[in-house]
């Protein structure tokens, strides 16, 4: 394996965890700052109030997002391990 087929493999491997990630996180992202805003704008500080709101709305998306997840997943598995013969060398 050369150094440029092994730069090449850990960029798609970090591209493609990347767009399995990026959902989620700006789904995180985007109720953190709702909630945020909600605390600044009634002055209420609880830790829970910030963290349930946040949980709900992640364990929501993973359950819509899996599927696309699943199937992301797979492809660069599949991709991957079809192209094998060309890393063992």
Same mark, same amino acid.
């Not at 092994?6 to 798609?12: A, E, G, S, T, Y």
């Not at 709305?57 to 992301?72: A, E, K, N, Y």
């Given at each position: @394996? ?10 798609? /491997? ?16 985007? @109720?953190? /700052? ?7 704008a009634t002055s209420m500080q609880? /830790?829970?109030?910030? /963290? ?17 997840? @699943?199937?992301?997943? @797979? ?15």
């Amino acid at each position: @394996m050369t150094p440029d087929s092994v730069v090449d493999l850990i960029r798609h /491997t970090l591209l493609a965890s990347f767009w399995l990630a990026a959902p989620l996180l700006a789904l995180g992202f985007a @109720m953190g /700052t709702i909630v945020s805003l909600v605390q600044i704008a009634t002055s209420m500080q609880d /830790t829970s109030f910030s /963290t349930i709101p946040r949980l709900i709305v992640f364990l929501l998306g993973l359950l819509m997002l899996l599927p696309w997840m @699943m199937q992301r997943a @797979m492809s660069y598995t599949i991709a991957l391990l079809g192209d094998l013969g060309r890393y063992a060398r």
